[in-house]
């Protein structure tokens, strides 16, 4: 299994619950990250590397993503594993599945390239190198039929995560605050390199939203261990003069419960403020030679998964240069001013979009693909 970021473990993680509940014996190892380490994955390779954003970025990391890639050749050509899952990271995922069809192992890809988005013709590819695709987008599937490749609709494991009502008042209340005020959740992504990107900018955006509301309060889940400092000391620099939030490990969807406005990395994330319902304003950033690239690439109107799936701007989006504190402090303010009402309605139609076969089908395919069906 390659699964080493946030986003990517929680799919593996469902994937292992399926495949033991329905009593499968099965033995995973792989490049992963704590949270399936956790659940009795076998780490095999640090795929710290696979956390780089954008064009450029990728080309600084070259030398050691490739020699990642040898690492898992050669695992793969010694041990011959009965199955390869692979999770999301498409340009590097792929070069493994074009190792492990060589090798006659199948492969299992959970979470589609965006071949809809940009790139359409790597569907072509995935067609020869995978052997079930399993998606967590309806819209998906008819371009894998369409390409001969056998597909499965997955409902979104956010889906059961964000079910429940855990209150405002009690997730204010099991976060230590009090229960009354205005809170903003900063959700800077789960990368450093996001974190590095966006944390001067929240700061200062953090900075004009108080002096302009003065009771106003700011939290901050991180998504690893150790971010903290990162983040911290990025703050201080950008903001001498204004202290950091209320910084919170692993606590997220509490967070953004609490909250009444939030301002989210591009990702996951943003899919999962959605569900809870929370107004939110989108931001990213990247290296500038990367967005010129994409912008040219990239065949959608929105970035923002929500924004994408209802087909409108639901959360405003604050990408590169329109990134600016100023920007950014309108739109939580115009949320702040009206309570966010009008996206919370759109939202309400959201979960709709996303259901798809449960942990029974999961481990049907699991079955299949192992040739155990």
Known sequence: MVASEASG???????????????LALDFAGVVGPRLQDLGVRSLFDGHVLAVVGLVEV???????????????????????????????????????????AYGIPVLYYVSPQVWA??????????????????????????????????TVVSHPLLAKTAGAEEQAEARRRLGLPVE???????PGSRNGEIQRLAPRLARSARLL??????????APLARPGQRELFERLWREATPDFPPPLMLEGQAQRA?????????????????TALLERPAVVVYAVNPITYAIARRLVKVPFIALP??????????????????????????????DGGGAAQRQALQSLRQLLQGEGPERVAGVLRQVLGEA
Do not use: C
């Open 307 to 336: 924004n994408l799936l209802l087909q409108r701007l639901v959360y405003p989006e604050l990408i590169q240069s329109a990134l600016r504190p100023e920007a950014v402090a309108e739109a939580v303010q115009a949320i702040l």
């Open 181 to 187: 005020g205005e809170y903003v959740a900063l959700l």
């Open 210 to 219: 108080q002096a302009r509301r003065s009771g106003l309060r700011f939290l």
């Open 59 to 101: 080309l600084d990391s070259f030398r050691r993503i490739r020699a990642l890639l040898h690492d898992i050749d050669d695992y793969l050509r010694r041990e011959r594993p009965d199955l390869v899952v692979l999770i999301d990271h498409p340009d590097f995922n792929l070069r493994v599945a074009a190792r492990a069809k």
């Open 9 to 23: 473990e929680q799919l593996g993680a469902a994937l292992i619950e399926a495949s033991r509940a329905a009593g």
């Open 118 to 151: 940009w790139r359409a013709g790597r569907i072509h590819k995935i067609a020869q190198l995978v052997d079930h695709m399993m998606v967590l987008f309806p819209f998906e599937a008819p371009l894998y039929e369409a390409a001969g490749v056998p597909v």
């Open 256 to 272: 953004i419960r609490a909250a009444d406005a939030v301002v989210v990395a591009s990702g996951t994330a943003t899919l999962e």
